[in-house]
C-alpha cells in the first residue's frame, strides 16, 4: 500500500462509513479495510482525527476538552484509546488487508498532565513482522512537551475467506 492517497468519488459515494471516515481525517485508501465498523464508535466520542498516514508513520489529533477526568486534566484512558487507535491502525495498514490487528499488549507511561488544547499523537514502527507488530506512540501537548509514551503489540490474524 502506498503512502500516497488520493480521493476516488465513487468510493466514497458507495462507503457505508464515508462521511465519519471523511470526518476523522481517514484516506480513501485505508477505506477498504474499514468497511465493516468505520472508524469505531470510541473514536467518534474521543474526537480523534487523523492527520497522517504511511507505513512508517499515523499522526492524530484529540482535544482534551470532553476527555478529562474529575480534575481536569486530561484522562489516562482516553490517552491509552488514542495510542491504541494509532496502533492499531498502523498494524491494519502493515498487514495490506491481508490480516485483522488485534491488540495482546498496550502500556501507557504518563509523564505530564494536559489540562486544554489539542494533544497530538505520532505512532512510529518498531517491529513489522508477519504475525506481530509493534508500535510506539508518543503524545504531545500544544507546547510539543510529552504527556505520554504507549507501546502497542497487535497480533496479525488472517482473514479467513
Do not use: Y
Not at 36 to 54: A, C, M, P
Amino acid at each position: 500500500m502506498s503512502d500516497n492517497f488520493t480521493s476516488h468519488d465513487e468510493q466514497s459515494s458507495a462507503h457505508p462509513f464515508a462521511q465519519q471516515l471523511t470526518r476523522h481525517g481517514v484516506p480513501q485508501a485505508m477505506w477498504p479495510f474499514l468497511h465493516g465498523h468505520g472508524v469505531g464508535t470510541l473514536v467518534e466520542k474521543l474526537d480523534i482525527h487523523f492527520t497522517e498516514f504511511g507505513t512508517d508513520r499515523v499522526c492524530a489529533t484529540m482535544p482534551v476538552a470532553g476527555n478529562a477526568q474529575v480534575v481536569g486534566i486530561l484522562h489516562g484512558g482516553a490517552s491509552a484509546a488514542l495510542a491504541e487507535t494509532l496502533g492499531s491502525m498502523a498494524a491494519a495498514l502493515h498487514a495490506q488487508g491481508k490480516a485483522n490487528p488485534v491488540g495482546v499488549d498496550l502500556n501507557v507511561t504518563h509523564h505530564k498532565a494536559a489540562r486544554q488544547g489539542l494533544v497530538s499523537a505520532v505512532c512510529t514502527p518498531l517491529h513489522l513482522g508477519r504475525r506481530i507488530t509493534t508500535h510506539e506512540i508518543v503524545i504531545t501537548n500544544e507546547a510539543g512537551q510529552r504527556v505520554a509514551t504507549a507501546r502497542i503489540t497487535n497480533m496479525l490474524l488472517p482473514i479467513e475467506g
